[in-house]
């Protein structure tokens, strides 16, 4: 079966370190990848896509992922964490069939201290 | 505010006893979708609408639960004989057909059976 994997479940930084969540997915054929990101107290949002074309993808709030096909990874990614992006990040895949259904992972909890 | 709106918010019920939660996608997306979630897991797939028919069911979704979208518009998810492993956080998700791919979720609906 389809799954997704988060490597980490909770990480701790200090604010301006760099952040770096794994996500591997299993499936071999054609996926779009997401991270939605969950503040406190909210519903989930979306960061990021990635459908085709440059595995580098930016997102908002100065997020990007990183698509690696022969790992078969979408990894999290930003340079300088901040207190605001404390929250919880799910990584998710859609396999298509035309309707959208993603397949969530487990999702890491982050906690940025000031 | 227009988006995924959810109904209620939260929800105590004794074991044994029906419950229903609704939710109201946002009004031009025909695609609607029901997942749980639970303590420490990101959600999983329930069911998916497109329009008013139900296109797939998980094997998540026993037979104590029903979900419908009659008119294409809001839906329904009915959990009959409430059981305590029923409780969790029940998301609703609505997209557009023409595919980013992107799910905007509501806030959920909590329930906890005692």
């Known amino acids: 079966a389809q799954s997704v994997s988060q490597h980490n479940h909770h990480v701790i930084l200090s604010e301006a370190a760099s952040l770096e969540l794994g996500c591997n997915y299993s499936?071999?054929?054609?996926?779009?990848l997401f991270w939605y990101v969950q503040y406190p107290g909210q519903h989930l949002q979306l960061l990021l896509k990635?459908?085709?074309?440059?595995?580098l993808v930016k997102g908002i709030k100065g997020f990007e992922a990183e698509f690696i096909k022969s790992k078969f990874s979408f990894n999290l990614r930003k340079p300088s964490v901040q207190w605001s992006d404390t929250a919880e990040y799910f990584c998710a895949v859609n396999l298509g069939g035309g309707y959208n259904k993603l397949i969530f992972g487990a999702g890491t909890r982050l906690a940025v201290h000031p | 505010d227009t988006g995924v709106s959810q109904d209620p918010r939260h929800k105590i019920t004794k074991r044994g006893q029906n419950v229903t939660f609704r939710c109201d996608p946002i009004?031009?997306?025909?695609?609607l979708y029901w997942y749980r979630q639970t303590l420490g897991q990101g959600p999983e797939f329930l069911t998916y609408f497109q329009n008013e028919a139900q296109l797939e069911k998980s094997r998540l979704l026993s037979d104590r639960f029903s979900a419908e979208r009659p008119k294409g518009s809001f839906s329904t998810l009915e959990i009959q004989r409430t059981e305590q492993g029923d409780s969790a956080m029940y998301l609703c998700a609505s997209s557009s057909e023409l595919g980013s791919g992107e799910l905007f979720f509501g806030e959920g609906s909590r329930l906890t059976v005692l």
């Open positions: 990635y459908f085709s074309g440059d595995p």
């Open positions: 499936y071999g054929g054609t996926v779009n």
């Open positions: 009004s031009e997306h025909n695609r």
